[in-house]
């Protein structure tokens, strides 16, 4: 079951509820939020972090570390095709297919 996103006004009445004395539990149960969120936003806010997450997980791709190879192959020839662009393949001995190059590159742009 996926949750629903919690504003950024009721986390921070949970982190000021903990800030004065309350458990993470009693904070949620004031606040009718999760005690397992509560917990996770109190535990961050220890670790410096005061804002909300976006939701969702982070996209990540097999190209993110050589992001600068492939923007270094496309500043020398601008009109580069997705076919040509697998010479990080030739580079790398890597299975890169061509949805993978678009939808890199659309993230990347």
């Given amino acids: 079951m996926i949750g ?4 950024s006004d009721l986390r ?6 903990s800030q004065e004395g309350h458990s993470a539990r009693q904070a949620a149960t ?6 397992s969120s509560a917990i996770r936003w109190i535990a961050r ?5 005061t804002r909300l997450r ?3 997980r ?5 190209l993110d570390p050589y992001e600068e190879f492939v923007r270094a192959l496309i500043k020398e020839k ?3 095709t997705l076919d040509e662009g697998g010479h990080l393949a030739e580079y790398r001995d890597m299975k890169i297919s061509r949805s993978m190059q678009s939808k890199w590159a659309c993230r990347a742009a």
């Fill in 30 to 35: 004031r606040f009718g939020v999760s005690a």
């Fill in 4 to 7: 629903r996103a919690q504003s």
């Fill in 12 to 17: 921070e009445r949970v982190l000021k509820a």
């Fill in 45 to 49: 806010a220890g670790q410096g972090e």
């Fill in 58 to 62: 982070k996209s990540t791709s097999l």
């Fill in 54 to 56: 976006k939701p969702g």
């Fill in 78 to 80: 601008k009109d580069i």
